[in-house]
Nanobody, 115 residues
Framework: QVQLVESGGGLVQSGGSQRLACQASGSIVSIYRMGWYRQAPGKQRELVGVIFSDGNTNYANSVKGRFTISRNNTKNTVYLQMNRLKPEDTAAYYC?????????WGQGTQVTVLS
């Protein structure tokens, strides 16, 4: 079993920055990728970005140039640095971990961007 715990959410002013963290623990055999998703009220969960085992990253067009995913392999932690935040970035942010035959989700952390 693998546990993912997100942290770092909260209230932030439009144009501000916020950093989220997601720490994985448990029986981690291998990680293909870790990703960040978000879900706003009344909307479907959408991909924000992912980081692959080789360090490559992909981002949704809506966050390219503003958000950056990084990781600390020693701590099994992935980060989401969010800059130039907009009210439309308001959502619950979830991290996930995909490995050989498994996919785990965190419980989510709320980010609210005030206009």
């Amino acid at each position: 079993q693998v546990q993912l715990v997100e942290s770092g959410g909260g209230l932030v002013q439009s144009g501000g920055s916020q950093r989220l963290a997601c720490q994985a623990s448990g029986s981690i055999v291998s990680i293909y990728r870790m990703g960040w998703y978000r879900q706003a009220p009344g909307k479907q969960r959408e991909l924000v970005g992912v980081i692959f085992s080789d360090g490559n990253t992909n981002y949704a067009n809506s966050v390219k140039g503003r958000f950056t995913i990084s990781r600390n392999n020693t701590k099994n932690t992935v980060y989401l640095q969010m800059n130039r935040l907009k009210p439309e970035d308001t959502a619950a942010y979830y991290c996930n971990l995909r490995g050989p035959g498994y996919l785990y989700w965190g419980q989510g952390t709320q980010v609210t961007v005030l206009s």
